[in-house]
């Protein structure tokens, strides 16, 4: 669970080690190493539990929403007060 973002739709698979974050926070707080920047990511949906991709370069509104339930992931985040 991320402590930064309370609302976190979905996780993204770090290309840099491939391993699942809620947020690039998480992703610094518990790795040793920077995160890499990649023009694809890989993300999990927290709603329906599947995974799908993006191409970042062509990120677009339509690209907010799970492919699979439609949970729209690109929400304003809550932040811990």
Known sequence: MC??????????RAPCCKRWFDCTECHHELSDHPIVVAPELAFACKRCKKCFSKILA????????????????????????
């Open 3 to 12: 402590k930064h973002i309370l609302n976190v739709q979905v996780a993204f």
């Open 58 to 81: 062509n990120f677009c509104e339509e690209d907010e929403m799970c492919p699979h339930c439609n949970n729209n992931f690109a929400i304003a985040a809550e932040l811990p007060g």
